[in-house]
């Protein structure tokens, strides 16, 4: 079975945040999110670095992840994971 979906994380070093998104398409929307968009609440952040990914089978799966991952417990959750692999707390 193929991976279609990914669910990612980005962080603004410059602004100390972090946006959570899902895609088909990582390097597309990555470039969208740094470049391409005129409009949209990720422009006045830029740049923008990846620091997490998962991937997912299906749109479904995909979305239910980033959905918790938006919700306190899952901002929480994500913390704890990007803290043990060194992504968290940002460095300045």
Known sequence: MKVE???????????N??????TSNLIERFKSHNYLSKKGSTIKYRPW?????EFYYSK?????????????KGRESLK???ASEGSYPPQA
Not at 5 to 15: A, E, M, Q, T
């Open 49 to 53: 670095m990846v620091v997490y990914v």
């Open 60 to 72: 479904p799966e995909a979305m239910k992840r980033e959905k918790y991952l938006k919700s306190g």
């Open 17 to 22: 945040k972090y946006y959570t998104g899902f």
């Open 5 to 15: 979906f990914v669910v990612y994380i980005l962080h603004s070093k410059k602004f």
């Open 80 to 82: 704890s994971t990007l």
